[in-house]
């Protein structure tokens, strides 16, 4: 196993950090590494707003209801981007409608998850913190308005980083038969039934956000959070839409 493998098994979420500022250069470091990210055609269809302003990150930590993402020190905003190519056709000359087609969303927001996960390895091998937020879908054209995000831009998923200030224990997964599938979709005959094992570790788990409190078991959690009842987070694509998506 080398350095980087160890990381990435030793990952964890760290919502707590120290008031240490993340120097200026390791920021440099970061985006220079985000910038060699893999993307789809290569056309580099997403972008990230680094939020310094501390009065929007405070509003963003409201729109998510986590009070302590106002207090990192580093807030990332990960975004769709194809207002680029949208203004690079312009000015060819050449229709702007394409860069809005799904097949270009679906690019973009899966090149923006990809520098994301770059950034968050690269930022725990240098012994950062990392706390993915994909609770700016709680209220997506709180983002758009809040930063003017021009068309043929989406929010994506937020990351705060910084020095750890907590040392969560490492959350448990499922067994890997049941995540990692062989030429198929492997089912095994009752999904209940075969994560009960994860289900007894899960309950033994706990999770910083809620006062040390152990977690409920995985498959209650689904019965939790798939309830039915829609949310903010269900108009995506709408807002999508608005954004200039054909969706």
């Known amino acids: 196993m080398n350095d980087t493998i160890s990381t990435q098994l030793n990952h964890r979420t760290i919502r707590e950090f120290t008031d240490e500022a993340v120097p200026h250069e390791v920021?440099?470091?970061l985006f220079?590494?985000?910038m060699r990210t893999p993307s789809s055609l290569g056309m580099q269809g997403a972008s990230i707003i680094h939020v310094t302003d501390?009065?929007?990150?405070r509003r963003f930590a409201e729109v998510g209801n986590q009070e302590y993402v106002g207090r990192a020190p580093v807030y990332l905003l990960y975004i769709v981007d194809l207002h680029r190519a949208a203004k690079v056709l312009e000015e060819a000359g050449r229709?702007?409608?394409?860069?809005g087609y799904p097949r270009n969303f679906i690019a973009g927001f899966t090149d923006a998850c990809l520098m994301a996960q770059n950034i968050c390895v690269a930022a725990e091998s240098l012994g950062l913190g990392v706390?993915?937020?994909?609770?700016?879908?709680?209220d997506a054209q709180a983002f758009i308005d809040a930063l003017n995000l021009p068309s043929l831009t989406f929010p994506v998923v937020g990351m705060t980083l910084g020095y750890p200030n907590q040392e969560p224990?490492?959350?448990?997964r499922m067994p890997r038969e049941l995540r990692v599938f062989e030429n198929g979709y492997a089912e095994p005959e009752n999904w209940t039934a075969a994560l009960a094992n994860y289900d007894a570790e899960m309950t033994t788990y706990y999770d910083l956000r809620d006062a040390n409190r152990r977690v409920d078991s995985f498959t209650r959690q689904i019965l939790g959070k798939f309830a039915g009842e829609q949310d903010r987070r269900d108009q995506t694509i709408s807002l999508a839409r608005a954004q200039g998506f054909d969706l």
């Open 169 to 172: 224990q490492l959350k448990p």
């Open 32 to 34: 220079d590494v985000v």
């Open 131 to 138: 706390n993915y937020l994909g609770n700016v879908h709680n």
């Open 54 to 57: 501390r009065e929007l990150q």
């Open 95 to 99: 229709p702007t409608e394409p860069a």
């Open 27 to 29: 920021l440099e470091q």
